[in-house]
């Protein structure tokens, strides 16, 4: 996920337009086209939220071919045979559908989702971007989480944009 430094994902509008920086952090590492591409190929399976789908439609889809779980109440339609519409129980669809099936999945969105699949204990690591910019209101990344979740810090990268990015491990007992 990317957020402010105040923990924002989106302005009250939805926009992400602010997610571009433009600091420079001289002791950061460039981030390049191919280790985006590395990453990118390293996904075997994308879930999300309805509104991540419909904003990742605006912006030109750039899932390509990986299979997309979208997870929805609603009656949407899509052409691609890599997506899919869930609309039924997260641990079954984690535990007996992707597990089974995918090494790497990645969930690319959602305020709501995020908090569903951590109080559910469906995550096993959280990215977080931070982009250096105080966003003052919006939508938070987390909010009443409902528990306390332990974490172990297992990377964090400075990029010379002025993002950092942290890689925790959720600890369970």
Not at 45 to 74: D, F, I, K, Q
Not at 116 to 129: N, T, Y
Not at 134 to 153: A, N, P, R
């Amino acid at each position: 996920m990317v957020a402010s430094l105040d923990g924002f994902i989106a302005k009250k509008d939805g926009s992400v337009s602010w997610m571009q920086s433009s600091d420079q952090y001289e002791k950061g590492i460039t981030l390049t086209e191919e280790a985006v591409e590395a990453f990118i190929q390293s996904i075997d399976c994308y879930v999300m939220g309805s509104r991540t789908y419909e904003h990742a439609l605006e912006l030109g889809w750039p899932y390509r071919e990986t299979p997309v779980m979208v997870l929805t109440h609603r009656d949407l339609q899509d052409d691609r045979e890599s997506v899919t519409f869930y609309a039924g129980d997260l641990e079954d669809l984690v535990n007996s559908q992707l597990k089974p099936a995918y090494k790497n999945i990645w969930m690319v969105g959602g305020a709501m989702l995020a908090k569903e699949f951590i109080r559910l204990e469906l995550v096993d690591e959280i990215i977080m971007s931070i982009i250096p910019v105080l966003l003052g209101d919006g939508t938070l990344f987390f909010d009443y989480i409902e528990k306390e979740e332990k974490l172990h810090l297992k990377d964090v990268t400075a990029y010379k944009d002025g993002m950092v990015e942290l890689c925790y491990e959720v600890k369970r007992a």
